[in-house]
């Protein structure tokens, strides 16, 4: 089976070209906080990890060496509440959105064949569908879905972008009962799940939660991984979206499925970016300390909006603020963001604005939205 053409699908931010221009007409210059794009450094440990296994002449193994695996399989005990993961229940891609946007193709899915995915969501489910010939649907209502034989695949996105809501555990177990029943795999893309803030702060916050459930945890899936995949990217907690550096976990026969034709395709993580991976999965403290740096711009960014007369809504997590106004307004203020429409009609009247900008720039948008 071929990919779909997809010639008729427009990438979202090439349609931008019109806010982008009133944006680069203020006197100041344009802001941009229109993607989610780390730009503080990479930490020190990582590119020193990088760096020393540069000398690496032969081909690197699909499926990750076992160091990989096994740092991956104890940051889910660690870090998400996931205990007792084998390391053939663990899988590197090559960044998540090349994951998200094959996995269809990938499982087997194909015309006939339903993809569910959020209402407001990231363009890329709905592209991996297409690219499979399955149809989307897009909708938060389990029961729109429930009981039906076609369904394949269901998507999760929590905490989600655009508008950073999370699921808890009992929403969480309603989509994989809900799945289980009809034989659909549960994918979750987990890629800010360090991210969360207030109840949703990372376990050691002040939040009582213990941070964002994943679709793995025993709370949700009954100690049974059978039907589920979580995928994560370390581009947003460790500023890697350069190394293209994620991983996906769960059900070892899926995850198995997916190694032997990500083998016949060539989809390799490098073996000096596996290495890096190994060092920054073992590192909580350089985590911490960015979550702090976005936590400051996102306390002075969301007060801004507040003083500007704007409302955030949901944004408990992750690396943008979900606003109530037209992208129109901030453009002509020289700050470029992205219209919620990009990701579905029920997001036209919200504008996704990021915290992946400088503490300067931010001071800047800042003084723009007050001061204007």
């Known amino acids: ?105 990938l499982l087997g899915v194909g015309p006939g064949d339903v993809v569910v995915h959020p209402e407001i969501a990231y363009p890329t489910y709905a592209v991996g569908a297409a690219a499979a010939g399955a149809t989307a649907l897009a909708t938060d209502d389990v029961d729109a879905w429930a009981g039906r034989d076609d369904v394949r695949l269901v998507w999760v996105n929590s905490p989600a972008n655009p508008h950073g809501r999370v699921l808890d555990v009992a929403e969480l177990r309603r989509v994989v009962a809900a799945a289980r029943e009809i034989g659909a795999v549960v994918v979750s893309d987990e890629c800010y799940a360090e991210l969360g803030w207030g109840p949703w702060a990372p376990a050691g916050g002040s939040g009582d939660r213990g941070g964002v459930p994943s679709i793995l945890d025993p709370r949700v899936c009954d100690n049974s991984h059978v039907g589920l995949l979580a995928a994560y990217s370390l581009s947003k907690q460790s500023n890697l979206a350069g190394y293209r550096a994620a991983f996906v976990a769960g059900d070892g026969e899926l995850v198995g499925q997916l190694l032997a034709r990500r083998r016949h395709l060539g989809l390799i993580v490098p073996a000096p970016v596996q290495a890096a991976m190994v060092a920054a999965l073992g590192d909580d403290e350089h985590v911490a300390a960015q979550r702090r740096i976005y936590g400051a711009r996102r306390r002075a960014l969301a007060g801004a909006l507040e003083r500007a007369g704007l409302v955030v809504d949901h944004s408990e997590a992750g690396l943008y603020l979900w606003v109530r106004a037209g992208a129109e307004r901030f453009a002509e203020r020289g700050v470029l963001v992205a219209p919620g429409g990009l990701y579905g009609r029920a997001g036209e009247d919200h504008v996704r604005t990021a915290l992946t900008a400088t503490d300067a720039q931010v001071a800047d948008v800042v003084s723009r939205l007050t001061n204007s």
């Open 1 to 105: 089976m071929g990919l779909a053409d997809l010639s008729g699908i427009t990438f979202p931010w090439d349609t931008l070209a019109e806010l982008e221009a009133t944006a680069r007409a203020h006197p100041g210059g344009m802001i941009d906080l229109s993607m989610g794009t780390p730009v503080d450094p990479t930490p020190p440990l990582v590119r020193e990890a990088l760096a020393a296994a540069a000398d690496a002449p032969g081909y690197p193994t699909t499926a990750g060496t076992p160091q990989l695996r096994a740092a991956v399989a104890e940051w889910f005990a660690r870090r998400r509440r996931v205990p007792g993961l084998e390391l053939d229940q663990v899988l590197p891609t090559v960044g998540s959105k090349e994951l998200v946007g094959l996995l269809p193709s």
